[in-house]
C-alpha cells in the first residue's frame, strides 16, 4: 500500500491526493482522503479505483477541505482479496474522548487474528476484515491521555510490519516498526509544511523536499512547525525489506540514500557476472524488469531493444487479486515487438518469478515471434516463501520456485537457459560490498530465503511451517 500525509498547508487534501498518485504502483484497488479543518472537523472520501479518477473531481475534493489531511492507496495482502469492501479502505478513523484520530498503515500485522480474536472478545465491534482496524481497537482500549501515547500502547501489542501515518485535529504523526521493514519518509513543503509518504517520488510530484527518513522503531509527532521525535518500540536494527529495492518502490525514488533504479540497474550488472550468455539482444519485461535489462547489457556488452512492448494503459498485472484476471493480464499488457525479435537469441530479463505464470506466457508470445533462442534472467533470487509482511505473495503450494529446483522450472516455463541472481549478488547490488550477513542480515529478504526476522504468529496457527 501507498501512504501520504500533509500538515500545515492551504488544501492538504490537494497535496495528498498528488501525493498518493505518485504513490498509485504500491495499491491500485482503492483509496481513501480524511482532512481536519477547525470549521468543518474531520471528512472522508473512500473510493474503488484510481486515485486520478477519483480525487480530482471538484465534488469529491470540495467535501476535503483543511491544512491537515492523510491518505492511503490499498493493495490488498490481508482480509477477503477478491472481494474488496469500502469498508476495508483506509484511512480507519476513530473518535476519543480526546478527540478523533485517523490512521492509514502500509504493512502487515502479523498477529492480526490473535488480536481480533481478543478484542471482539472485550467487546470491540469491527467495522472491516482488515488487519488494520486492529490498532484503532487496541488504541481505543489504552488508558492514556493522548492520542500518540494511545498509539504508542496499541502498537507495541502489533507485531510484524508496519509504517502508520496518523492524524488528529491538530498533529500528523508517522510510525515505523522496529525493524523498518516498509519505508516512510519526511519531506518539506511551503512556508511552515510537513509531508510524510510511503516514498520519496511522492514528494517530487509537489516539491517538497526530503528532510530525512523516519527511522526504524521511531515515531514522529509534527504540529505547529515542529517534529518531536521518540522511540517506542526500545533500541532496533533495521530490516528493510529488500523486495521494495527488487521490485516494490518506484525506481526515481531514494531509499536508504540509494536511488532505486541505480540499485535495479546493478543488479542486472551482477546477473551479467553470475550468469553470462551468448546472445544477440537483452530485452526487459517491461517496466519491472527494465532497468536491471539496462545494466545487464552494459555489462556484457549485448545489445538493449524493446523487444516486449507493454501498454501504458494497464496497470501492475500481480497487483490485481483475481487469479483469473491475472492470466489474461499477461497479454492485455505486453507485446511482442516482433521485427526485433525474429531469428534473434535473446535475453529476457524480469524482476522476480512467483507462480511463473508471466514468464511461460512471455515465453510463447517471443518463440511465437520467430526467436532463435529464449534465455531467462531474473533479478531476484528464487521466490520461495511467501511474504507475511505487506506483499501479496502466494501460498508456498502456488510459489514455483517452493516446489521445483531450477532446472524444473527452466523446463516448465519452456525456455533454454534460466538464471536468478544470488542473494548475494542482490546484497552488493543494495551496497553491501560483502553480500549478506548471515549471523544478522541487513534486510528482510524471508521471501528468498525463509528466514523471517518476525515469527509470523497467525501463520504458525494455521499451521503454516517455516
Ligand atoms: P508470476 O507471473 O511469476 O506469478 O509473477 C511475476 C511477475 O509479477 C513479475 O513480472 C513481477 O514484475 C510481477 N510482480 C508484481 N507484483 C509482485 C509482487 O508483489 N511480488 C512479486 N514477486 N512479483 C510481483
Ligand atoms: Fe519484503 Fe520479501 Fe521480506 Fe516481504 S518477505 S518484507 S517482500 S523481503
Ligand atoms: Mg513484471
Excluded at 271 to 286: K, N
Excluded at 421 to 447: F, I, K, M
Aim: hydrophobic share 40%; charged share 20%; with cysteine.
Amino acid at each position: 500500500c501507498g501512504i501520504f500525509g500533509a500538515i500545515g498547508v492551504a488544501d492538504a487534501s490537494n497535496f495528498v491526493a498528488l501525493g498518493l498518485h505518485a504513490l498509485q504502483h504500491r495499491g491500485q484497488e482503492a483509496g481513501g482522503i480524511v482532512t481536519h479543518d477547525p470549521e468543518h472537523g474531520f471528512n472522508s472520501a473512500h473510493r474503488f479505483g484510481y486515485v486520478r479518477d477519483n480525487f480530482t473531481k471538484p465534488d469529491v475534493m470540495s467535501t476535503l477541505p483543511g491544512p491537515l489531511a492523510i491518505g492511503h492507496v490499498r493493495y490488498s495482502t490481508a482480509g477477503t482479496k477478491a472481494n474488496t469492501a469500502i469498508r476495508d479502505v483506509q484511512p480507519f478513523f476513530g473518535e476519543f474522548h480526546m478527540g478523533g484520530c485517523a490512521i492509514a498503515h502500509n504493512g502487515n500485522i502479523t498477529n492480526a487474528s490473535a488480536l481480533r480474536r481478543e478484542l471482539i472478545e472485550r467487546g470491540s465491534i469491527f467495522q472491516s476484515s482488515s488487519d488494520s482496524e486492529c490498532i484503532i481497537h487496541l488504541m481505543a482500549r489504552s488508558i492514556q491521555r493522548n492520542i500518540p501515547e494511545r498509539m504508542k500502547d496499541a502498537l507495541r501489542r502489533v507485531e510484524g510490519a508496519f509504517s502508520v501515518i496518523a492524524m488528529t485535529r491538530t498533529k500528523l504523526i508517522g510510525v515505523r516498526d522496529a525493524l523498518g521493514v516498509r519505508p516512510l519518509v519526511v519531506g518539506r513543503v511551503g512556508e511552515d509544511g510537513y509531508v510524510l509518504a510511503s516514498e520519496t517520488c511522492a514528494l517530487d510530484i509537489i516539491g517538497a523536499d526530503f528532510l530525512r527518513e523516519v527511522e526504524p522503531g521511531e515515531m514522529v509527532v509534527i504540529s505547529k512547525g515542529k517534529i518531536e521525535s521518540s522511540r517506542p518500540f526500545g533500541p532496533s536494527t533495521g530490516r528493510f525489506c529488500i523486495f521494495e529495492h527488487v521490485y516494490f518502490s518506484r525506481p526515481d525514488s531514494i531509499i536508504g540514500g540509494r536511488s532505486v533504479y541505480e540499485t535495479r540497474r546493478q543488479i542486472g550488472v551482477e546477473l551479467a557476472r553470475e550468469a553470462p550468455v551468448e546472445a544477440d539482444l537483452v530485452c526487459p519485461v517491461p517496466d519491472s524488469g527494465t532497468p536491471a535489462a539496462i545494466g545487464y547489457a552494459q555489462e556484457s556488452g549485448i545489445p538493449y531493444g524493446m523487444g516486449i512492448i507493454r501498454n501504458q494503459y494497464m496497470g501492475r498485472t500481480f497487483i490485481e487479486p483475481s487469479e483469473q484476471i491475472r492470466n489474461m493480464g499477461v497479454r492485455l499488457k505486453l507485446n511482442v515487438n516482433r521485427a526485433l525479435i525474429a531469428g534473434k537469441r535473446v535475453v529476457l530479463v524480469d524482476d522476480s518469478v512467483v507462480r511463473g505464470t508471466t514468464s511461460r506466457k512471455i515465453k510463447d508470445m517471443i518463440l511465437d515471434a520467430g526467436a532463435a533462442e529464449v534465455h531467462f534472467r531474473i533479478a531476484s533470487p528464487p521466490t520461495a516463501w511467501p511474504c507475511f509482511y505487506g506483499v501479496d505473495t502466494p501460498d508456498r503450494d502456488k510459489l514455483l520456485a517452493a516446489n521445483m529446483t531450477p532446472d524444473q522450472m527452466r523446463d516448465w516455463i519452456g525456455v533454454d537457459s534460466l538464471s536468478f541472481v544470488s542473494l548475494d549478488g542482490l546484497y552488493r547490488a543494495v551496497g553491501e560490498a560483502t553480500g549478506r550477513n548471515s549471523a544478522c542480515p541487513q534486510y528482510c529478504d524471508a521471501c528468498f530465503s525463509g528466514d523471517y526476522p518476525v515469527a509470523p504468529f497467525d501463520q504458525l496457527e494455521r499451521g503454516f511451517r517455516m
